[in-house]
């Protein structure tokens, strides 16, 4: 029979989890996507009592971000050692675009979305994706490779998934924000100047998010060979104790850190099929990674092998101190 069913095949904006419901009703003991958007995550969760019956254990959002990300999230929770009150993602690719259109497509698709993030513990619309640029450091030592490949970049609001979902898993006290950069910086230039000129509906019309991508691929096919390819996150997490707990980890490239997440989040389900007994974790129905993973006994081992794929640059965490600073209303 069928272990496991991967389904990769976005965008999933404005998709249903059919996929998923097949690989349900075949009780298939392993699901795997790297879905995004909200609606389809919310949707797909729906179908946890069906997983349940049929045997079926289902992640949905396991790629690098969301999901290294999210894991990443749940250990510097672990470690602020109180209720987190702050939590930010930030995100850097370089080469996008030698992925083909999609990913071209499904930047240009969320600029039409509203970014759901928490203000002051409750979880709010706000229409600025593309917008609210900041700087994020990729790095925590000077001598780490991300250091000289990626270092300080400006990164904008994007509707990734992460910042409601597990800020709503964590019950945080304050406030999440997520962004992305990319390079050459004049694509953030143009990308901040175009959101700031269309209108959001236009973004949202696939004719004209699919037709943008097609024109823009050339071009930054022409930039990706003089750029290469680079990916980064970062991920701070702020307790109310006031510790900020920061995590980094850098990638040769952004196409295999996705595929590679992937694999790793299915082979540690199909390796706990046979084995559940120790992972403190469920043995079916339907999760975000920072539900799956949010026992240390469950997240070291995902961690660990995450954490050393082929191409990684460098990772690590940066224990931080006790703050006063207040977290900014961004």
Same mark, same amino acid.
């Given at each position: 029979?069928?272990?496991? *069913?991967?389904?990769?095949?976005?965008?999933?904006?404005?998709? !249903?989890? %059919?996929?998923?419901?097949?690989?349900?009703?075949?009780?298939?003991?392993?699901?795997?996507?790297?879905?995004?958007?909200?609606? =389809?995550?919310?949707?797909?969760?729906?179908?946890?009592?069906?997983?349940?019956?049929?045997?079926?254990?289902?992640?949905?959002?396991?790629?690098?971000?969301?999901?290294?990300?999210?894991?990443?999230?749940?250990?510097?929770?672990?470690?602020?050692?109180?209720?987190?009150?702050?939590? %930010?993602?930030? =995100? &850097?690719?370089?080469?996008?675009?030698?992925?083909? @259109?999609?990913? #071209?497509?499904?930047?240009?698709?969320?600029?039409?979305?509203?970014?759901?993030? &928490?203000?002051?513990?409750?979880?709010?619309?706000?229409? /600025?994706? $593309?917008? %609210?640029?900041?700087?994020?450091?990729?790095?925590?030592?000077?001598? %780490?490779?991300?250091?000289? #490949?990626?270092?300080?970049?400006? *990164?904008?609001?994007?509707?990734?998934?992460?910042?409601?979902?597990?800020?709503? !898993?964590? +019950?945080?006290? $304050?406030?999440?924000?997520?962004?992305?950069? /990319?390079?050459?910086?004049?694509?953030?230039?143009?990308?901040?100047?175009?959101?700031?000129?269309?209108?959001?509906?236009?973004? +949202?019309?696939?004719?004209?998010?699919?037709?943008?991508?097609?024109?823009?691929?050339?071009?930054?096919?022409?930039?990706?060979?003089?750029?290469? @390819?680079?990916?980064?996150?970062?991920?701070?997490?702020?307790?109310?104790?006031?510790? /900020?707990?920061?995590?980094?980890?850098?990638?040769?490239?952004?196409?295999?850190?996705? $595929?590679?997440?992937?694999? @790793?989040?299915?082979?540690?389900?199909?390796?706990?099929?046979?084995?559940?007994?120790?992972?403190?974790?469920?043995?079916?129905?339907?999760?975000?990674?920072?539900?799956?993973?949010?026992?240390?006994?469950?997240?070291?081992?995902?961690?660990?092998? #995450?954490?050393?794929?082929?191409?990684?640059?460098? =990772?690590? &965490?940066?224990?931080?101190?006790?703050?006063?600073?207040?977290?900014?209303?961004?």
């Amino acid at each position: 029979g069928v272990a496991a *069913v991967i389904h990769t095949a976005g965008p999933y904006l404005g998709e !249903h989890p %059919d996929v998923l419901k097949a690989a349900i009703e075949s009780k298939v003991p392993v699901y795997v996507d790297v879905s995004d958007p909200v609606d =389809y995550i919310n949707s797909a969760k729906a179908m946890g009592d069906a997983a349940c019956s049929s045997g079926t254990i289902a992640l949905c959002s396991a790629g690098a971000f969301p999901g290294l990300s999210n894991v990443l999230a749940m250990e510097c929770a672990d470690r602020v050692g109180d209720r987190v009150k702050d939590i %930010d993602f930030s =995100y &850097f690719t370089a080469g996008l675009g030698g992925s083909g @259109e999609v990913n #071209l497509l499904i930047t240009n698709e969320g600029f039409g979305e509203p970014m759901l993030v &928490f203000r002051n513990g409750k979880l709010v619309k706000r229409f /600025t994706a $593309g917008g %609210d640029s900041r700087k994020a450091k990729f790095y925590i030592k000077d001598d %780490d490779l991300s250091a000289r #490949l990626v270092g300080e970049r400006p *990164v904008w609001d994007w509707p990734f998934p992460e910042s409601a979902t597990v800020a709503q !898993h964590l +019950k945080i006290s $304050g406030n999440s924000n997520v962004g992305m950069g /990319t390079a050459p910086d004049i694509w953030n230039v143009i990308l901040n100047a175009m959101v700031a000129i269309v209108p959001r509906s236009w973004w +949202k019309s696939k004719a004209f998010s699919e037709g943008l991508a097609r024109f823009s691929k050339p071009m930054v096919a022409l930039t990706d060979k003089a750029v290469g @390819e680079t990916h980064a996150m970062r991920v701070d997490v702020t307790g109310e104790n006031g510790r /900020t707990i920061t995590a980094v980890q850098a990638h040769e490239s952004f196409r295999r850190v996705v $595929g590679q997440s992937c694999a @790793e989040f299915t082979l540690a389900l199909l390796e706990g099929v046979d084995s559940r007994a120790d992972l403190m974790r469920p043995s079916s129905g339907v999760f975000t990674p920072e539900e799956l993973f949010q026992t240390r006994s469950a997240r070291k081992p995902v961690l660990k092998r #995450l954490l050393s794929t082929p191409g990684t640059l460098n =990772y690590g &965490f940066d224990e931080g101190v006790v703050t006063a600073q207040k977290s900014t209303d961004r």
